[in-house]
């Protein structure tokens, strides 16, 4: 096994995929629409995976689906709460055998565009009517909020999605948009000032004695931009100050001495000076003494260091199952187990992603990064005060996709062991011979 703290990892497989069925369809749909005035519904091309039990290879169908907001016209800093409705789902069910009410739990995303990007998740109650033998899966709603950042018209349009069943086993069947973004189906129009700050600073204690030193860690800061940490006595900035670099992800952990005892409250900007626009704070310290020794004692001092981000791979090359030329199918495998170490201390969380090119063979023969798929799972030592989740079972493709992650906190950290079922849908008459690709895989 390898350790390294560089975020990327390469690994050379020759990898394999799962599989509920999908109805066919035209794709439809295409860029996401400009503007909207009211909500419609819109039909867009899909590409599910059924369970691997199913022995079905993915199809490409199409969904009708609708997204509605409880208010069109929020102010900037409003949650808004949206409603993501699939009309007519891909997926329909892959067996004779009937399934009875309430054990389809579905979750999903919505797009956000135009004055507002990211993605808002959204997840409905495990709540259906029977599905019989081969019929269509039922409509379902998924719920979720945002908050509004910045004004103008903000659309919404329906995301990848997917499909859980409670019943006998836990079977997941996730639908992705192909060719994304998908048709608009709502648009908010906002109004009020500009850019929301969600710019956040958190201490690691809130009283100390003179010259004792508290950790500062802050989150959605701009990315690389340098940040000053100070202490504040109500308006006035005090004399206990330090600096740091906001990381990729918005994030820093520094160190501040407080040593004047006029700091009532320590607060984090960036700039040249306290701008509350684009700092955070102040949040309240006390200097409960001036750190004196008394005769005959001994001050004892320590320092936790805050560590890196890293992972390492206990491997770097996965040999996947053989499969018959004529007959074709799943050619599967495990991922070589990944282990992530967050020992930075600090209020962010992390994400492992991945992504695959095609796999090529002999004579320029490929197949394609889409017919690799994977059902993650992560598990968190005992202790971390982070707790890893592992990402979706799907495709992963060259698009990529979520193999785990844990989210912001409090207090994150921990060390969590990444591993995945792979499965690679080899088409029937597929030239025989040896087919390899990359799979990437990113920490952040």
């Known amino acids: 096994m390898r350790r390294s703290t560089e975020p990327r990892r390469r690994w050379a497989a020759a990898l394999g995929i799962t599989a509920l069925v999908v109805t066919g369809g035209g794709l439809l749909g295409g860029p996401a629409q400009a503007a909207a005035t009211a909500s419609v519904a819109v039909d867009f091309p899909t590409h599910c995976i059924p369970p691997p039990i199913a022995g079905i ?12 907001v409880d208010d069109a016209t929020p102010q900037v800093g409003d949650t808004v709460a949206v409603t993501y409705t699939v009309v007519v789902p891909a997926a329909t069910n892959p067996v004779d055998l009937a399934l009875p009410a ?8 919505v797009t956000l565009g135009g004055a507002q990007s990211g993605d808002i998740t959204v997840a409905g109650p495990k709540k259906n009517p029977p599905v019989p033998g081969k019929g269509a899966f039922p409509s379902f709603s998924m719920t979720g909020t945002f908050t509004v950042t910045a004004p103008g018209a903000i659309t919404l349009s329906p995301g990848d999605y997917n499909i859980h069943t409670s019943y006998i086993m836990e079977l997941d069947t996730p639908c992705t ?17 500009g850019q929301v700050n969600e710019r956040a600073v958190q201490l690691s204690a809130a009283s100390g004695q003179a010259g004792d030193e508290v950790t500062v860690t802050g989150r959605k800061f701009t990315p690389g931009a340098g940040i000053t940490v100070a202490g504040r006595d109500g308006d006035a900035q005090t004399g206990d100050t330090t600096t740091a670099t906001a990381d990729g992800s918005g994030a820093f952990t520094a160190r501040l001495a407080v040593n004047d005892p006029d700091t009532t409250g320590i607060v984090a900007y960036e700039g040249g000076a306290w701008d509350a626009e684009k700092g955070a704070g102040p949040l309240a310290y006390t200097v409960t003494g001036g750190g004196e020794t008394p005769d005959g004692s001994q001050q004892l001092t320590t320092t936790v260091r805050a560590g890196t981000l890293s992972m390492t791979q206990a491997g770097d090359s996965v ?12 050619s599967t495998g495990d991922l070589r187990t990944v282990t992530v170490e967050d020992f930075r201390g600090g209020p962010a969380g992390w994400s492992l992603t991945g992504k695959v090119t095609d796999f090529k063979g002999p004579g320029g023969a490929r197949i394609s990064a889409d017919a690799l798929g994977w059902t993650p799972s992560c598990t968190t030592k005992p202790g971390s005060p982070s707790t890893c989740a592992a990402g979706s079972a799907g495709a992963v493709g060259s698009a990529g996709a979520t193999l785990a992650s844990t989210p912001d906190g409090a207090a994150t950290g921990g060390e969590f062991t990444v591993d995945a079922g792979l499965s690679l849908d080899v088409p029937a008459f597929t030239g025989a011979g040896s087919y390899a690709g990359v799979l990437t895989l990113t920490l952040t």
């Open 177 to 193: 948009v192909t060719g994304p973004p998908a048709p608009v189906s709502e648009t908010v129009v906002a109004t009020g000032g």
């Open 319 to 330: 040999q996947l199952s053989g499969v018959d030329f004529g007959r074709g199918g799943a």
């Open 57 to 68: 290879p993915p199809i490409d169908g199409t969904t009708t689906a609708q997204i509605t």
């Open 102 to 109: 309430d054990i389809m739990t579905p979750t999903g995303k």
